[in-house]
């Protein structure tokens, strides 16, 4: 039996969807009424470490997908808290949803996911660890006026899209070979000029709006900061992930149709 945390979320619906008729699956979620519809459903709260070691009893393997709780003292105890539940529920192996750079930087972004990387690790529990990058749900251009517009100085991004994600982990959870390993996945590099050209429309540079996520996540793309790249991705699901650019096409041609 696989079991599914956090699988209200974008990211676990997707993997469920990919594992319905692949394997026995439970969807782990703090709010029942709230889960995805088609698999069986227990509840399992990060805040409430009993309802977890309940939620992963029998379980052969488990998605911990990492909490969208946005302080890191509070998810790292989460996260803490559920290594804790997979290790007393006697879970077969542990399957979590990382970041990028978690396994050898633990600052700002991945201080959370690198004490959960530690704990699984110092666990000694059969592990696979997916080290997550940006989405590209949440960079995908708008074409406004004939034209996208960024602050990005043309640099590239290596995110990649839930949906992959989302594959990845369900291959993984039903393949051979993928434990004891740590993946870095990562999308195509890809950058707003060329996707303007691939979709022909016209990029023109802004100045950065200011204050806030969207421009420290522009400043970050100008310092190169998302342009590692790895295979990982591409070799788990058997094939390349999905582009920016072709997304947007697929897009088009699905208003064309409609």
Same mark, same amino acid.
């Given at each position: 039996?696989?079991?599914?945390?956090?699988?209200?979320?974008?990211?676990?619906?997707?993997?469920?969807?990919?594992?319905?008729?692949?394997? !026995?699956?439970?969807?782990?979620?703090? %709010?029942?009424?709230?889960?995805?519809?088609?698999?069986?459903?227990?509840?399992? %709260?990060?805040?409430?470490?009993?309802?977890?070691?309940?939620? =992963?009893?029998?379980?052969?393997?488990?998605?911990?997908?990492?909490?969208? !709780?946005? %302080?890191?003292?509070?998810?790292?105890?989460?996260?803490?808290?559920?290594?804790?539940?997979?290790?007393?529920?006697?879970?077969?192996?542990?399957? =979590?949803?990382? =970041?990028?750079?978690?396994?050898?930087?633990?600052?700002?972004?991945?201080?959370?996911?690198?004490?959960?990387?530690?704990?699984?690790?110092?666990?000694?529990?059969?592990?696979?660890?997916?080290?997550? $990058?940006?989405?590209? %749900?949440?960079?995908?251009?708008?074409?406004?006026?004939?034209?996208?517009?960024?602050?990005?100085?043309?640099?590239?991004?290596?995110?990649?899209?839930?949906?992959?994600?989302?594959?990845?982990?369900?291959?993984?959870?039903?393949?051979?070979?993928?434990?004891?390993?740590?993946?870095? =996945?990562?999308?195509?590099?890809?950058?707003? $000029?060329?996707?303007?050209?691939?979709?022909?429309?016209?990029?023109?540079?802004?100045?950065?709006?200011?204050?806030? $996520?969207?421009?420290?996540?522009?400043?970050?793309?100008?310092?190169?900061?998302?342009?590692?790249?790895?295979?990982?991705?591409?070799?788990?699901?058997?094939?390349?992930?999905?582009?920016?650019?072709?997304?947007?096409?697929?897009?088009?041609?699905?208003?064309?149709?409609?």
């Amino acid at each position: 039996m696989i079991a599914i945390s956090a699988a209200s979320g974008a990211l676990g619906r997707l993997v469920i969807s990919r594992l319905r008729t692949r394997a !026995e699956v439970v969807a782990v979620v703090r %709010d029942p009424a709230r889960a995805p519809e088609g698999v069986a459903v227990r509840r399992g %709260d990060y805040d409430d470490p009993a309802s977890l070691r309940a939620a =992963f009893d029998g379980v052969d393997r488990l998605l911990l997908i990492a909490s969208p !709780e946005l %302080d890191t003292a509070r998810r790292i105890k989460q996260h803490l808290a559920a290594v804790s539940a997979a290790e007393e529920a006697g879970v077969g192996a542990v399957v =979590f949803t990382s =970041f990028l750079g978690a396994g050898t930087v633990a600052t700002g972004l991945t201080e959370a996911y690198h004490a959960t990387e530690q704990a699984i690790l110092a666990g000694g529990r059969p592990y696979t660890l997916l080290r997550h $990058p940006f989405y590209s %749900d949440a960079f995908v251009p708008q074409v406004s006026g004939g034209e996208i517009t960024s602050s990005t100085g043309g640099r590239g991004l290596n995110t990649a899209f839930r949906s992959d994600l989302a594959e990845a982990a369900a291959n993984v959870l039903t393949g051979e070979g993928h434990l004891g390993r740590a993946y870095d =996945f990562t999308g195509p590099l890809w950058t707003y $000029p060329e996707v303007a050209q691939a979709i022909g429309v016209t990029y023109r540079e802004v100045p950065d709006a200011g204050p806030g $996520p969207m421009s420290w996540l522009s400043a970050q793309v100008r310092a190169g900061a998302l342009e590692q790249q790895s295979p990982d991705l591409a070799r788990v699901l058997g094939r390349p992930a999905k582009t920016v650019a072709a997304h947007l096409l697929d897009q088009r041609k699905l208003g064309a149709q409609g």
